[in-house]
């Protein structure tokens, strides 16, 4: 199947017949069929004799036509190699396949035999004068013969020519040639002349045309020394008085052209094309018929053209070379190529830093060249200049050294800090070293170091250290504590913490420096909040920043709301071991708290604590929220920690104790070696025999996974009595099984292939079931029933047992045969023959189709009337029709009955034909689901016969189900019908256009809430309709009469409405609209108008217009001038004192009312004279002070931390 890509199917009969179905493209599976006759059926060979030239023609073209006749005869055709004289051809296959074939050779051979072909040998040199000028000679001597003259080109050296085709125009065309070759060889003489080999070329002309100029102008054959030879010698054929004139066309064709070559150093070619070709380009197109070549490697230039061209190109590259070789030079530096990355640069920043600094060009050669020359070209300073700089780069690279760091990716965000600030402080302290971090997307722990080898070692040593501190720092430690003692480890509070967080709630802290004083913050308050800051800071930290601050560590505290009792204390591994024992004596101190250990053997721990520490919490629980820890898995300590109220401790000790005694009782493990081929016996066919041993010892049994590596070993688990009761049930099983005996049974000749077909599959599922038992049939031919069987006692037991039961099965099969019609069989077998394998697998039967070609020789199907078969009892079986089915009795009828049941019925449903397009779906989307859906085939007429019925073919269940289906759908496509005949409901009604905006309102709002409202469509006529009045309202008739009347109540509000202008000054308008247009929007709801502004830039700025019913309008423009009046007094007052805060000179002065305003000053400000608090000993209030003038609204409290709950005012 790989080889061919066709699809087989194997089937076996009863009476070992083999049926072999070949499906796929016609080509793979001819060639799986020719597989498979060779392989399968006797094949013979024969021999045809054929003239030895018509073999080709049984090749055909790449050997195309010998593969098409083995593929359509099933044969393999062997035909001898050209050099064998023999003219035989060898065909081997199966009979009939042979006699296909020699009668499509021998057709091949006497199609060929009609045909002539003659082979006529002629001096080379005159078959220029029978193919003529351009080959049109023998052109029109095959149009005129009919026959197909073929001949040697001139630079292959065979003077042979072909004719072929029909005998009588062979032979014509044969006179015609011979008839030329003899008056060409009686008046022809030749002369010779030597010519140099550079100039042939211009005499051959592009594709040989010059030569075919010549003999067509002068009758004179031109033959040229082949090209692989050093002569010079041209030789020309034809009459005496033609010679004249072909020798004269050949030295003018020779002397058309020349070629010369210009010497010019080779770093100089790209210089002498210039920039994108421009210099040479210059001269191409000045002198387009010279051909300019330059060889790359090599310090010559080739020119090829006419010859005065040529002299005019050669002279002005050569000025060009001059002038390039007085102000350019070169020189070239070996640099190892491990450097040349870095000297080009990111993205070539440095070498093109060089180059325009310069003005050179440098070449360094690719990585694949493996070349370490770096070429330098440019002005000869420049050139200088260039390659010091390049020299000195490459000794400070070499000195440079690059070094790995591996640090874990979690510390990389740390090393590097917020923004870049850490790691920009230490490129600062070694800034000749470039430190690279990995892409986070990477996921890599490397760091690459690279610069001078000291500064490099520095640098690694620095973050080897930062490094060490931050895992040193990193080590986290959690410890439970009653939830209820958090707030006394936190630290004390108390009315401190209130006072200080109402000051808090009126003066915001900053957040970035608890020390810094805001920039409105009053002189005479900020010591205060200072103050209370810092009562904050003491009140937060307590007990809880005194650990911190002792220990050096962070410590994180669960949020109140958070169920969680456990605190988290990160740092050094130390200094977190003494901040657990500090913040464990405080909770000692406070409570009558107790801790005890308790030893589990560690294998129990995980049994303890549950799945997801299920077990251990309810433990925890039930004990009063006790704390119990268990040692880290891997640790190999079994002591486990409790930690609480007296009490509880000794309950949860007691409680722990208990469980794993449990546990330990049923725990208990024995393990069991046993060959890996006595599971399955041990285990019984469906876990029999270890179910067995289960039931009757309460023991677990539990046999190796085929991954694991200990095939060998099983472990039983479970009470100790148990266990040891099924180890032994099971170490008796296995020594029986370790005890190999040899038995044997007869077993009749005829039912040996049954065990043995299949490459003895039978016998390998015997032994895997029975323990590895080996069974030998005799030989075939051998006629012996002695069947041998060696292994365990049991497993022979019961394996003879078996094999008995498996030949009384096959001696009291019968065969069934059942009749159904073929064209009902690929549906019966189902997709790849599914239906098939179920019912011959629960049958426990083997079912045999008929071959379809049995089909061609038999009756036809019963003749149809009116379109409706015959009833059932005419049913005439044919012998294709018939299905063999083999087994025994009750299982072949029951089988029958199945392969009955799937035989596919066919039932009309009468659907109306208007309904079938809905039935079908978009794109057959409808009736492909309910095919799928009820698993049948549904046939709808095609839609020019109007027919209104429906065929659904399937199985009888799927049938009724489908035609259920289908009228069910035919119900829901009627009532669909009638609905929308029901909305189909239209009315059109007549709405001059300049209402048509409003009905539609802004963004569609007025017309989408009528359509929402009444179910209805509402269509607007288009720009260029005729009628633009008429609006079109459809749906269900009662719905549309109460949106035209809605529409036509609108309409008549809108006639009713009036328009009135009224001026506002401009400054006030946008107070009135608002922001975005909040305020407007609401006046308008409120007075049911419409109030359009004007746009700006208008010639009216103060004309507002107002639309709605009369009165409406009179009341939204009094309280639009009101709104006016209002702001207008805001607006003055505010343009009043703008003209009085004007900004102080800058040149100073304050004073009163009163004072100098000499120097035409900027005026100054008002002084209130002998006012109270200006007496002695008072003092002004501070406006911006919160004592002063306090405020007693509500705000928003500032966050804080958990640990303290929210804030309480």
């Given at each position: 199947m790989q080889r061919t890509g066709a699809h087989i199917e194997l089937s076996l009969a009863k009476d070992q017949g083999l049926s072999i179905m070949v499906t796929g493209k016609l080509e793979s599976v001819m060639k799986a069929r020719k597989e498979i006759v060779a392989r399968l059926q006797t094949q013979a060979s024969a021999t045809v004799a054929i003239p030895k030239e018509h073999h080709r023609f049984v090749i055909g073209k790449n050997g195309e036509k010998l593969q098409e006749l083995e593929l359509k005869t099933a044969t393999k055709i062997a035909i001898p190699r050209p050099d064998d004289p023999s003219g035989n051809i060898r065909i081997t296959g199966t009979k009939e396949g042979i006699e296909k074939a020699r009668h499509e050779i021998l057709l091949i051979a006497a199609e060929q035999d009609k045909r002539a072909v003659e082979r006529l040998s002629l001096e080379k040199a005159f078959h220029p004068f029978i193919a003529g000028a351009h080959n049109r000679q023998v052109q029109e001597l095959s149009q005129e013969t009919g026959a197909r003259i073929s001949i040697p080109p001139p630079s292959l050296p065979k003077d042979e020519i072909v004719i072929t085709g029909e005998k009588e125009a062979v032979a014509m065309a044969l006179s015609r040639i011979r008839a030329i070759y003899d008056d060409k060889k009686r008046k022809t003489t030749t002369i010779s002349v030597e010519v140099k080999k550079s100039q042939h070329k211009y005499i051959v002309g592009p594709k040989g045309n010059t030569l075919q100029e010549i003999l067509e102008t002068t009758g004179v054959s031109v033959e040229m020394p082949p090209l692989d030879s050093g002569s010079e010698t041209i030789i020309l054929r034809g009459e005496p008085d033609k010679l004249g004139p072909a020798l004269t066309q050949v030295y003018a064709k020779a002397k058309s052209a020349m070629v010369v070559e210009v010497t010019a150093p080779a770093w100089l070619h790209r210089f002498i094309i210039g920039k994108k070709g421009q210099n040479i380009g210059r001269i191409t197109q000045q002198l387009p018929r010279v051909h300019i070549e330059f060889t790359d490697g090599e310090e010559r230039i080739s020119l090829e053209g006419p010859t005065e061209e040529v002299e005019q190109a050669r002279t002005q590259i050569q000025e060009i070379i001059k002038d390039l070789l007085v102000r350019m030079d070169y020189t070239e530096v070996i640099i190892d190529q491990r450097f040349h990355r870095h000297l080009i640069g990111k993205n070539g920043a440095n070498i093109n830093r060089i180059k325009e600094q310069y003005k050179v060009s440098v070449r360094i050669p690719q990585d694949a060249e493996r070349s370490g020359l770096v070429r330098i070209e440019g002005d000869p300073k420049g050139v200088q200049l260039a390659r010091r700089e390049l020299i000195e780069m490459v000794q400070r690279m070499e000195n440079e050294r690059t070094k790995d760091l591996i640090v874990e990716q979690k510390f990389h965000r740390t090393i590097i800090g917020q923004k870049g600030e850490k790691i920009k402080e230490v490129r600062d302290k070694f800034p000749e070293v470039i430190i690279n971090f990995p892409d986070p997307s990477q996921k890599s722990d490397?760091?690459?170091?690279?610069?001078?080898?000291?500064?490099?070692?520095?640098?690694?040593?620095?973050?080897?250290?930062?490094?060490?501190?931050?895992?040193?720092?990193?080590?986290?430690?959690?410890?439970?504590?009653?939830?209820?003692?958090?707030?006394?480890?936190?630290?004390?509070?108390?009315?401190?913490?209130?006072?200080?967080?109402?000051?808090?709630?009126?003066?915001?802290?900053?957040?970035?420096?608890?020390?810094?004083?805001?920039?409105?913050?009053?002189?005479?308050?900020?010591?205060?909040?200072?103050?209370?800051?810092?009562?904050?800071?003491?009140?937060?930290?307590?007990?809880?920043?005194?650990?911190?601050?002792?220990?050096?560590?962070?410590?994180?505290?669960?949020?109140?709301?958070?169920?969680?009792?456990?605190?988290?204390?990160?740092?050094?591994?130390?200094?977190?071991?003494?901040?657990?024992?500090?913040?464990?004596?405080?909770?000692?101190?406070?409570?009558?708290?107790?801790?005890?250990?308790?030893?589990?053997?560690?294998?129990?721990?995980?049994?303890?604590?549950?799945?997801?520490?299920?077990?251990?919490?309810?433990?925890?629980?039930?004990?009063?929220?006790?704390?119990?820890?268990?040692?880290?898995?891997?640790?190999?300590?079994?002591?486990?920690?409790?930690?609480?109220?007296?009490?509880?401790?000794?309950?949860?000790?007691?409680?722990?104790?208990?469980?794993?005694?449990?546990?330990?009782?049923?725990?208990?493990?024995?393990?069991?070696?046993?060959?890996?081929?006595?599971?399955?016996?041990?285990?019984?066919?469906?876990?029999?025999?270890?179910?067995?041993?289960?039931?009757?010892?309460?023991?677990?049994?539990?046999?190796?996974?085929?991954?694991?590596?200990?095939?060998?070993?099983?472990?039983?688990?479970?009470?100790?009595?148990?266990?040891?009761?099924?180890?032994?049930?099971?170490?008796?099983?296995?020594?029986?099984?370790?005890?190999?005996?040899e038995d044997s049974m007869a077993v009749d000749v005829r039912h040996h292939r049954h065990f043995v077909c299949r490459r003895g599959q039978v016998l390998r599922e015997l032994a895997e079931e029975y323990g590895g038992v080996a069974v030998s049939f005799p030989r075939t031919g051998a006629n012996s029933q002695r069947v041998t069987l060696t292994g365990a006692r049991d497993c022979v037991d019961a394996a003879k047992k078996r094999i008995q039961e498996m030949i009384e099965d096959l001696e009291s099969q019968v065969s069934v045969e059942v009749a159904i019609p073929q064209r009902y069989h690929r549906a019966i077998m189902g997709p790849k023959g599914c239906r098939i394998q179920l019912i011959t697998r629960e049958h426990e039967v083997q079912i045999k189709f008929p071959e379809r070609d049995d089909c061609a020789a038999g009756q036809e199907a019963p003749p149809q009337e009116n379109g409706d078969a015959g009833p059932e009892a005419e049913f005439v079986a044919r012998k294709c029709d018939i299905i063999t089915i083999g087994g025994r009795a009750e299982k072949c009828e029951q089988a029958r009955a199945a392969l009955l049941a799937l035989v596919p019925i066919t039932e009309d449903v009468e659907v109306s034909y208007e309904l079938h397009r809905y039935i079908i779906g978009q794109k057959g989307s409808g009736i492909r689901k309910m095919m799928e859906e009820y698993e049948v085939n549904i046939w709808v007429p095609q839609p020019e016969k109007q027919l209104d019925g429906i065929k659904v073919t399937g199985l009888t269940a799927n049938v009724e189900r489908a035609k259920q289906g289908l009228l069910d759908?035919?119900?829901?496509?009627?009532?669909?019908?009638?609905?929308?005949?029901?909305?189909?409901?239209?009315?059109?009604?007549?709405?001059?256009?300049?209402?048509?905006?409003?009905?539609?309102?802004?963004?569609?709002?007025?017309?989408?809430?009528?359509?929402?409202?009444?179910?209805?469509?509402?269509?607007?006529?288009?720009?260029?309709?005729?009628?633009?009045?008429?609006?079109?309202?459809?749906?269900?008739?009662?719905?549309?009469?109460?949106?035209?009347?809605?529409?036509?109540?609108?309409?008549?509000?809108?006639?009713?409405?009036?328009?009135?202008?009224?001026?506002?000054?401009?400054?006030?308008?946008?107070?009135?609209?608002?922001?975005?247009?909040?305020?407007?929007?609401?006046?308008?709801?409120?007075f049911k108008v419409d109030i359009r502004f004007p746009q700006p830039g208008s010639d009216e700025p103060d004309k507002v217009a107002v639309t709605g019913l009369p009165e409406t309008v009179d009341k939204a423009i009094d309280h639009l001038l009101n709104l006016e009046e209002e702001y207008m007094l805001s607006v003055t007052e505010t343009e009043t004192l703008a003209a009085y805060m004007k900004p102080p000179s800058r040149y100073g002065g304050g004073g009163g009312a009163g004072g100098d305003d000499s120097g035409g000053g900027p005026a100054k400000g008002f002084v209130v004279r002998d006012a109270p608090w200006n007496a002695a000993g008072n003092k002004a209030p501070d406006m911006s002070s919160a004592e002063d003038f306090p405020t007693f609204g509500t705000g928003v409290a500032p966050k804080q931390a958990s640990a303290w709950g929210p804030k309480k005012f």
């Amino acid at each position: 199947m790989q080889r061919t890509g066709a699809h087989i199917e194997l089937s076996l009969a009863k009476d070992q017949g083999l049926s072999i179905m070949v499906t796929g493209k016609l080509e793979s599976v001819m060639k799986a069929r020719k597989e498979i006759v060779a392989r399968l059926q006797t094949q013979a060979s024969a021999t045809v004799a054929i003239p030895k030239e018509h073999h080709r023609f049984v090749i055909g073209k790449n050997g195309e036509k010998l593969q098409e006749l083995e593929l359509k005869t099933a044969t393999k055709i062997a035909i001898p190699r050209p050099d064998d004289p023999s003219g035989n051809i060898r065909i081997t296959g199966t009979k009939e396949g042979i006699e296909k074939a020699r009668h499509e050779i021998l057709l091949i051979a006497a199609e060929q035999d009609k045909r002539a072909v003659e082979r006529l040998s002629l001096e080379k040199a005159f078959h220029p004068f029978i193919a003529g000028a351009h080959n049109r000679q023998v052109q029109e001597l095959s149009q005129e013969t009919g026959a197909r003259i073929s001949i040697p080109p001139p630079s292959l050296p065979k003077d042979e020519i072909v004719i072929t085709g029909e005998k009588e125009a062979v032979a014509m065309a044969l006179s015609r040639i011979r008839a030329i070759y003899d008056d060409k060889k009686r008046k022809t003489t030749t002369i010779s002349v030597e010519v140099k080999k550079s100039q042939h070329k211009y005499i051959v002309g592009p594709k040989g045309n010059t030569l075919q100029e010549i003999l067509e102008t002068t009758g004179v054959s031109v033959e040229m020394p082949p090209l692989d030879s050093g002569s010079e010698t041209i030789i020309l054929r034809g009459e005496p008085d033609k010679l004249g004139p072909a020798l004269t066309q050949v030295y003018a064709k020779a002397k058309s052209a020349m070629v010369v070559e210009v010497t010019a150093p080779a770093w100089l070619h790209r210089f002498i094309i210039g920039k994108k070709g421009q210099n040479i380009g210059r001269i191409t197109q000045q002198l387009p018929r010279v051909h300019i070549e330059f060889t790359d490697g090599e310090e010559r230039i080739s020119l090829e053209g006419p010859t005065e061209e040529v002299e005019q190109a050669r002279t002005q590259i050569q000025e060009i070379i001059k002038d390039l070789l007085v102000r350019m030079d070169y020189t070239e530096v070996i640099i190892d190529q491990r450097f040349h990355r870095h000297l080009i640069g990111k993205n070539g920043a440095n070498i093109n830093r060089i180059k325009e600094q310069y003005k050179v060009s440098v070449r360094i050669p690719q990585d694949a060249e493996r070349s370490g020359l770096v070429r330098i070209e440019g002005d000869p300073k420049g050139v200088q200049l260039a390659r010091r700089e390049l020299i000195e780069m490459v000794q400070r690279m070499e000195n440079e050294r690059t070094k790995d760091l591996i640090v874990e990716q979690k510390f990389h965000r740390t090393i590097i800090g917020q923004k870049g600030e850490k790691i920009k402080e230490v490129r600062d302290k070694f800034p000749e070293v470039i430190i690279n971090f990995p892409d986070p997307s990477q996921k890599s722990d490397i760091v690459q170091l690279r610069g001078p080898k000291n500064e490099v070692e520095k640098c690694g040593k620095f973050l080897q250290k930062i490094i060490g501190e931050l895992i040193e720092n990193s080590f986290s430690l959690s410890v439970p504590i009653f939830k209820q003692f958090h707030k006394n480890i936190i630290g004390k509070g108390g009315a401190n913490i209130k006072r200080v967080r109402l000051l808090l709630f009126f003066l915001k802290p900053h957040q970035d420096d608890p020390h810094r004083k805001p920039a409105h913050c009053p002189e005479n308050l900020y010591s205060k909040r200072d103050k209370c800051r810092m009562a904050l800071v003491n009140y937060r930290c307590g007990c809880c920043r005194q650990i911190r601050e002792e220990t050096n560590t962070k410590i994180d505290l669960p949020t109140e709301n958070s169920d969680s009792e456990t605190i988290v204390i990160t740092g050094k591994k130390s200094n977190c071991e003494a901040a657990r024992d500090r913040i464990l004596a405080i909770q000692r101190e406070l409570a009558n708290i107790k801790e005890a250990e308790v030893a589990i053997p560690a294998r129990l721990h995980n049994s303890l604590i549950g799945s997801k520490g299920c077990l251990v919490r309810s433990v925890m629980e039930d004990c009063g929220g006790v704390h119990i820890h268990f040692p880290s898995e891997g640790s190999g300590s079994d002591r486990v920690t409790i930690r609480g109220p007296v009490g509880e401790v000794e309950k949860a000790k007691k409680q722990l104790l208990q469980l794993a005694e449990e546990k330990v009782v049923n725990n208990f493990t024995a393990e069991l070696q046993a060959k890996p081929e006595y599971h399955k016996f041990l285990i019984g066919r469906g876990g029999a025999n270890i179910r067995r041993v289960r039931d009757k010892t309460g023991a677990r049994i539990i046999f190796p996974a085929p991954d694991d590596t200990e095939q060998e070993l099983i472990t039983i688990v479970g009470k100790e009595e148990a266990v040891r009761q099924a180890q032994k049930e099971l170490e008796c099983l296995v020594k029986n099984l370790d005890d190999v005996v040899e038995d044997s049974m007869a077993v009749d000749v005829r039912h040996h292939r049954h065990f043995v077909c299949r490459r003895g599959q039978v016998l390998r599922e015997l032994a895997e079931e029975y323990g590895g038992v080996a069974v030998s049939f005799p030989r075939t031919g051998a006629n012996s029933q002695r069947v041998t069987l060696t292994g365990a006692r049991d497993c022979v037991d019961a394996a003879k047992k078996r094999i008995q039961e498996m030949i009384e099965d096959l001696e009291s099969q019968v065969s069934v045969e059942v009749a159904i019609p073929q064209r009902y069989h690929r549906a019966i077998m189902g997709p790849k023959g599914c239906r098939i394998q179920l019912i011959t697998r629960e049958h426990e039967v083997q079912i045999k189709f008929p071959e379809r070609d049995d089909c061609a020789a038999g009756q036809e199907a019963p003749p149809q009337e009116n379109g409706d078969a015959g009833p059932e009892a005419e049913f005439v079986a044919r012998k294709c029709d018939i299905i063999t089915i083999g087994g025994r009795a009750e299982k072949c009828e029951q089988a029958r009955a199945a392969l009955l049941a799937l035989v596919p019925i066919t039932e009309d449903v009468e659907v109306s034909y208007e309904l079938h397009r809905y039935i079908i779906g978009q794109k057959g989307s409808g009736i492909r689901k309910m095919m799928e859906e009820y698993e049948v085939n549904i046939w709808v007429p095609q839609p020019e016969k109007q027919l209104d019925g429906i065929k659904v073919t399937g199985l009888t269940a799927n049938v009724e189900r489908a035609k259920q289906g289908l009228l069910d759908r035919v119900k829901e496509l009627q009532a669909e019908q009638a609905d929308r005949a029901l909305r189909s409901f239209k009315v059109t009604m007549s709405v001059d256009p300049k209402f048509h905006p409003k009905i539609i309102g802004r963004k569609g709002a007025v017309i989408s809430q009528i359509r929402k409202d009444h179910d209805v469509s509402i269509q607007f006529p288009d720009k260029g309709d005729e009628q633009q009045d008429l609006i079109v309202v459809s749906g269900y008739e009662r719905n549309v009469e109460e949106a035209s009347a809605a529409i036509r109540q609108l309409v008549a509000e809108w006639q009713e409405m009036v328009s009135q202008d009224v001026h506002l000054d401009p400054r006030t308008h946008a107070r009135i609209i608002g922001a975005r247009g909040k305020a407007i929007r609401k006046l308008m709801e409120e007075f049911k108008v419409d109030i359009r502004f004007p746009q700006p830039g208008s010639d009216e700025p103060d004309k507002v217009a107002v639309t709605g019913l009369p009165e409406t309008v009179d009341k939204a423009i009094d309280h639009l001038l009101n709104l006016e009046e209002e702001y207008m007094l805001s607006v003055t007052e505010t343009e009043t004192l703008a003209a009085y805060m004007k900004p102080p000179s800058r040149y100073g002065g304050g004073g009163g009312a009163g004072g100098d305003d000499s120097g035409g000053g900027p005026a100054k400000g008002f002084v209130v004279r002998d006012a109270p608090w200006n007496a002695a000993g008072n003092k002004a209030p501070d406006m911006s002070s919160a004592e002063d003038f306090p405020t007693f609204g509500t705000g928003v409290a500032p966050k804080q931390a958990s640990a303290w709950g929210p804030k309480k005012f």
